[in-house]
């Protein structure tokens, strides 16, 4: 039996309410009318990639006996697996509940046994969340909750070696709020009931278990106390706390013991644990303490380099620093520090290194073609208050034991134990952002090799005393990693830019950009045609790619072009030059580029006590896209495309902290402004910035919420729908609000959506009572103004939905999804559902415009490692409505004249039905030639009637008749068909691919 949701229809009509524009309007409701859930299959998204700019992946399984056979686990997207070594993935964990995911295990006795831990356990600020352990018995094709609903996030799972009912689960628990499901749970028939073996408090879950490689009784796991609040900073607010620490059992829980001799006395941040297999009483553990980065004053010489040539070359010197005080200019070469030779640039921090604060030391240098002597006083690493060894965005740098002397020990980093775990030893000071990444791996075999994720990828050759840095060429923010046992050249590697394989032990990388996984924050479209699509990425900056291609092939990796660095968010075209692209990174750094030239200009505006959001809103005028308005803790206009920002607003945020996090003009109405900030507050002007009021307590909320998205309603001059994002304030629910008088009064839209936060909220360009909705797990659609809502799931995966873009002429929506890349949807049901058309018997909707689009050359894309987006079908869809079975349907296509062209097959059932055309007329078979003096049933001419169900040459552009029959009643649309506006004489694409198709056949002996 078919589900149903039943929808509210208002009585005004779209004209009515362009009259009074001022006139307070909630949604109305009327008698329920049913939309089932066949409407929703009709409409199939296609997603578009990119590939090539992957998300974090977190974690990795591969199968023991078959290494060719491995699952993958993503931040935000979901399982996949491969069983071809990587050639091919294919998602398997993604139209669940949720599908965020801390943990994969893989049972060793029963590999069709797989569980999954949802919810990412890391503490960044983006992460989503879960609804507990998933469990699968056939190797994924099909699975079942087991429980623990509320546990957030998962930390790590571990199954018995040779008893797969017995499994223990790390669940983590709530970022942003206290829950009681944290703890070590234990299962011992196949997650039918658990129990709790460990547990500390509400606020510290499970990070890290492993399970000895011999004794599976013995276990080791990591307890960790860690919380954000409602801001977007780097860090958690909290990452350390006396809940955190490191439990042995030796009896498969009953009993466990917190392991502290040779470990930090301080409290402890996050730990990563990892057992050397060829030998378990070795233990190693990458330990983070509020004492991180600590130690005795270090020198400093104000520059910046790398590693990337030999040479010790000056990238960047600090303004007002040693360096720059001495002289010495980025570019100069650096030969000599004292009496020390400087060959590389790890000569010349192994240099530094030498010396104390205060230090004078000669520096010889090359400057161009001429070698130059400075004298240099070296200064105090990090200022007064600064913790001198801190790297790595708050972490620890590497190989710096010596330095550091006795409170070394302290400050954390990697650890030793040779007798199980009881004992321990340092062993480097290494920790690289430990919230973030905390995995330190052994080598199966050889444990002189040790791995240590992090911003870059580190690694030992000699058992943990010296750390390197290295897989060049490999995008940074690693997580994940896999060393083969049978050998360690072998290794798998995943970070925040999706899959790299090595066979020489990391010295060559290989990309598998084959999964659609990349973590959208915002997304745009802009107005050519075909148009491109614009987003930014989680740690993978801002891209653009047309919709689709000219082919049957769509937008592949090559397609995407960059456009911004950093962590990419909002970009927008400017809808009357879209060439001129503006696009962003965190902290306020926007850009407007020029897409044929590459040029680009940095728009900040002036003061020394402006601040950004991580996520910094900006909009263009609807009026006059030269206008442009961005905001931080203050709102800026400029009136020349961003140039020369003037500040317009007072303090935005309802706490020093506070910064804007949506901003939106009226398309109504010019100089009427609304910006919301991350603590909650609301703002309007109506006047352009002259005058604002502070609404923020209008709305009813029961506390301040992040503002997630503002839409001005371009119907009506005082309408404004807002989003809030409550999560960060430990709140799920969904929280959409409208008002029609300017902020005044407000009505809840939330109506009978799900738990899940809302992420945007966005207004047809067409249709007022239309409304779309962006949430933690899906995208919904409203149909009434939000009185009820209805899921467009249908093919897309369960994943966040960061932005919702409604392009204003092709007749699709764009989904930027934080975890499955972008996908799209063609809306024209939802855009022309009225009560008319369900109270129908049957109804003929106005079908798009449809474009004879023209081919394009072919390219190489021999093997299978490959991918491509999903064009859309060439032609256009049509689609009609039965309220109940007919007994006769049939669809015909009409010229200008009249005359039949076309008839296409059709369905009699109940319910929305889709029919492409694919623009062709009917094919017409040749005439026979008739007897001498006979006449052919065709007539004169001997030509019978074209058969009208088979496809022929093009019906060309122009206007043509739709015409629906449903049991001799007729409904009757037109359709207008179009050259390709780039190239309005070329062949066709289904030409060009049928001529291509003959000339390959032609040549096959």
């Known amino acids: 039996m078919q589900s149903k949701v039943w929808l509210m229809l208002p009585l005004l009509a779209c004209a009515a309410l362009a009259q009074d524009e001022n006139k307070t309007v909630a949604p109305i409701a009327s008698k329920p009318v049913k939309f089932e859930e066949a409407w929703v299959s009709q409409m199939q998204w296609r997603s578009i990639g990119p590939a090539s700019m992957g998300g974090r992946i977190v974690d990795l399984e591969v199968l023991p006996d078959d290494p060719f056979t491995f699952y993958l686990a993503t931040a935000s997207g979901g399982l996949f697996k491969t069983t071809n070594n990587g050639t091919t993935f294919t998602p398997i964990f993604e139209k669940q509940s949720a599908v965020s995911i801390g943990d994969v295990a893989v049972s060793r006795s029963d590999p069709k046994i797989i569980w999954i831990g949802t919810g990412e356990h890391n503490a960044r600020n983006s992460v989503s969340w879960g609804d507990g352990v998933y469990k699968s018995t056939d190797a994924g094709k099909t699975w079942a909750n087991m429980g623990l609903k509320k546990s957030f996030q998962i930390g790590r799972i571990a199954i018995h070696p040779k008893n797969p009912d017995i499994v223990y689960v790390g ?51 990591a307890m960790y106390e860690r919380e954000r609040d409602g801001f ?61 980065g600590d130690g005795p004053a270090t020198a400093f010489m104000g520059i910046s380099g790398g590693n990337r040539v030999r040479e010790a070359i000056i990238q960047g010197v600090t303004e007002g620093g040693p360096s720059q005080k001495a002289g010495i200019k980025a570019g100069d070469l650096i030969l000599q520090m004292g009496d020390k030779k400087v060959k590389s640039y790890n000569d010349l921090i192994v240099a530094i290194r030498a010396h104390k604060p205060k230090d004078k030391v000669k520096v010889k240098l090359k400057r161009d073609e001429e070698e130059l002597e400075v004298e240099l006083t ?30 070394g020990n302290e400050t954390g980093g990697i650890y030793r134990s040779e007798d199980g775990g009881e004992t321990w030893k340092r062993i480097n000071s290494l920790n690289p952002r430990p919230f973030y990444y905390s995995q330190i791996f052994v080598d199966p075999s050889d444990d002189n090799f040790i791995y240590v994720m992090g911003i870059q990828f580190h690694f030992s050759a000699d058992r943990g005393k010296t750390f390197k840095t290295g897989a060049r060429g490999v995008h940074p923010d690693h997580h994940a990693l896999w060393v083969n046992p049978r050998d360690g050249r072998h290794l798998i590697l995943g970070c925040d830019g999706g899959l790299y394989i090595t066979h020489d032990r990391g010295v060559t990388w290989d990309f ?26 989680q740690d993978n900056g801002s891209w653009g790619a047309p919709n689709r291609k000219r082919g049957s092939r769509g937008t592949v990796n090559s397609d995407w072009l960059r456009i911004g660095g950093g962590d990419g968010f909002l970009c927008r075209a400017d809808p009357d030059d879209p060439f001129t692209v503006y696009c962003e990174m965190q902290g306020g750094r926007i850009w407007r580029v020029n897409m044929k030239t590459g040029a680009r200009y940095t728009l900040r505006p002036p003061g020394k006590d402006v601040k950004f959001n991580w996520k910094t809103p900006f909009a263009l005028s609807p009026h006059n896209s030269r206008i442009f308005y961005s905001a931080g803790n203050y709102a800026f206009r400029s009136l020349n495309r961003g140039e020369n920002l003037q500040r317009i607003s ?63 309603s371009r119907f009506a001059e005082g309408r404004a729908y807002v989003a809030f994002d409550g999560h960060r304030s430990n709140n799920d629910a969904p929280h959409i609000y409208v008002t029609e008088d300017f902020g005044a ?38 149909v009434d103004r939000g009185t009820s809502w209805l899921r467009l799931k249908n093919n897309l995966p369960t994943v966040a939905v960061h932005e919702i873009a409604v392009h204003p002429t092709a007749g699709e929506i764009v989904a930027g999804t934080h975890g499955r890349s972008a996908w799209i949807l063609e809306i024209t049901p939802l855009r022309q559902f009225t009560q008319k058309v369900a109270a129908a018997k049957a109804h003929l909707f106005q079908p798009r415009e449809g474009v004879l689009w023209a081919g394009a050359l072919g390219f190489s894309r021999s093997g299978h490692r490959n991918f491509a987006g999903k064009n859309p079908e060439f032609g256009s869809r049509i689609f009609y409505h039965l ?35 694919d623009l062709r007329a009917a094919a017409r078979p040749p005439a026979p030639r008739p007897a001498p003096g006979k006449r052919t049933a065709g007539g004169r001419t001997g030509r019978p009637a074209p058969n009208l169900t088979r496809p022929g040459a093009s019906a060309g552009a122009g206007t043509f008749i739709v015409i629906l029959t449903v049991d001799g009643k007729e409904f009757v649309q037109e359709i207008k068909v179009t050259a390709d506006p780039e190239f309005p004489t070329a062949l066709l694409q289904e030409e060009l691919e049928a001529e291509t198709a003959k000339q390959r056949q032609e040549v096959i002996e």
């Not at 007064?384 to 006795?406: H, I, V, W």
């Not at 598998?512 to 990425?537: C, E, K, S």
């Not at 010229?895 to 039905?913: D, E, F, Y």
Request: hydrophobic share 35%; proline share 5%.
């Open 883 to 917: 309220s109940e079975n007919a007994k006769a349907v049939s669809l015909e296509i009409r010229n200008a004249r009249g005359q039949a062209i076309r008839r296409l097959p059709v369905k009699k059932t109940k319910g929305l039905h889709a029919v492409r055309w």
């Open 378 to 407: 070296f200064s105090k690493r990090g200022g007064d208050n600064s913790r001198p060894f801190t790297s790595y965005l708050g972490g620890q740098r590497a190989n710096a034991m010596k330095e550091q002397g006795a409170v």
């Open 232 to 292: 977007d900073s780097n860090d958690p607010a909290k990452r350390w706390g006396p809940g955190s620490g490191i439990y042995k059992t030796t009896d498969a829980g009953a009993n466990w013991t917190k392991l502290e001799k040779g470990l930090p006395t301080r409290p402890l941040g996050r730990v990563g644990i990892a057992f050397y297999e060829k030998n378990p009483d070795v233990v190693y553990a990458i330990i983070e303490t509020d004492k991180i």
């Open 512 to 537: 598998h950009n084959v999964m659609d996984i990349g973590q959208f924050y915002d997304i745009g479209v802009d107005t050519r045609a075909p148009y491109w699509v614009y987003g930014g990425l």
């Open 650 to 712: 007072p303090k935005l945020g309802l706490t020093d902290r506070g910064t804007a996090t949506a901003l939106a003009e009226s398309p109504r109405k010019s100089g009427v402004l609304w910006v919301g900030t991350d603590d909650g507050a609301l703002w309007i002007t109506r006047d352009g910035g002259r005058e604002w009021k502070n609404i923020t307590e209008k709305v009813g909320l029961p506390k301040p919420f992040h503002v997630a998205s503002i839409e001005a």
């Open 171 to 221: 669940a983590l628990g709530r970022l942003w709020g206290p829950n009681e499901e944290r703890g070590v749970y234990k299962t011992i028939d196949g997650g039918k009931t658990r129990k709790k073996i460990l547990h500390v408090d509400n606020k510290t879950g499970c990070v890290e278990l492993k399970m000895h490689p011999a004794n599976p009784d013995t276990l080791i796991v």
């Open 745 to 782: 009064t407000w009505n809840s839209l939330a109506a009978n959506l799900p738990m899940g936060s809302t992420r945007c909220l966005r207004e047809d360009v067409t249709n007022e009572n239309l409304l779309y909705c962006g949430t933690e797990f899906g995208v919904f659609a409203s």
